[in-house]
């Protein structure tokens, strides 16, 4: 398994561009981790190209490894990597997860998934955002993240070494910005409105979108009944045939989107908004 894990980081290291390689620290310390001879690795790989162009639109490299203690030095030396590295990060973000904290996700491709989680119960954690080349993405569409988090159980190192590619938050939440505005333009074109009286009529989307409509100009107590309301339409989303998965695709963007703006962070609105995204299935 072992030497399957080391040829497979070799075979990436080699074919990926310049940009990707240029987190020498970071890519030359993961590799330490995996190929520790004392190591128990387990792996698990993705990647997507567009069928039309054969250009990379989403990757994921995941390492669930187990050390024994006396090479916790391996894991300070990939910590003290992201910091050598920080100079071409354009962001870089680390701390310890408590008991009750929300997992952190790393996301993949377009963000059309729940993405890699990289947190676990009490456990520190260190990743970082960085921008490929030009020549790979000319559009700055893109971004590659690096993450390691690690437990340390007294006998054994437990952690995970992730590597994504995805489109960047500011792009999906500038494509986001424009679903809503033509969303809302053409809501405002219909002659129906969306009410109490003519909600048996509604699809589950339609409802769905009245609901988020809702909780831009309402107050915080409003905004925290709509976001119930639509915590409990999505949980019952299997009771609806009319459900498809774009819809639910549309509606987990929304509110990754919602829950990044500063309008909607008040605590208990916003851990009704990340409920509602976990649970869409």
């Not at 300070?76 to 009750?100: L, Q, V």
């Not at 695709?249 to 990044?260: D, P, Q, T, V, Y």
Request: a neutral charge; charged letters at 25%; glycine letters at 4%.
């Amino acid at each position: 398994m072992k030497t399957s894990a080391s040829r497979l980081l070799s075979l990436l290291l080699a074919i990926m561009p310049m940009a990707a390689v240029s987190q020498t620290n970071i890519r030359t310390a993961f590799d330490a981790i995996i190929k520790c001879p004392e190591a128990r690795i387990t792996e698990n790989h993705t990647l997507d190209k567009d069928p039309a162009t054969n250009q990379k639109t989403g990757q994921s490299d995941v390492y669930h490894f187990v050390l024994p203690a006396s090479k916790l030095n391996l894991v300070k030396k990939a910590i003290s990597a992201f910091d050598k590295d920080s100079e071409i990060a354009y962001s870089i973000n680390r701390g310890t997860t408590m008991k009750g904290d929300n997992d952190i996700f790393l996301a993949v491709g377009d963000a059309s998934s729940n993405g890699i989680c990289i947190t676990g119960p009490e456990a520190s954690y260190v990743y970082a955002l960085f921008l490929p080349s030009l020549a790979e993405d000319p559009d700055g569409k893109y971004r590659y993240a690096y993450a390691l988090s690690y437990k340390d159980t007294g006998s054994d190192i437990e952690g995970k070494l992730v590597v994504t590619y995805a489109t960047t938050l500011k792009y999906r939440q500038e494509v986001e910005r424009q679903r809503q505005s033509n969303f809302l333009r053409n809501l405002s074109g219909e002659s129906v409105i969306i009410t109490s009286t003519n909600s048996s009529q509604a699809t589950w989307f339609d409802t769905l979108m009245s609901y988020f409509q809702g909780m831009t100009s309402a107050n915080s107590q409003t905004r925290i009944a709509l976001a119930t309301k639509a915590y409990k339409l999505i949980r019952d989303s299997a009771d609806y045939p009319d459900v498809t998965q774009s819809d639910k695709e549309a509606a987990r963007e929304i509110l990754k989107g919602m829950i990044s703006d500063k309008k909607y962070s008040e605590t208990v609105l916003n851990k009704l908004l990340n409920q509602c995204l976990a649970s869409i299935r």
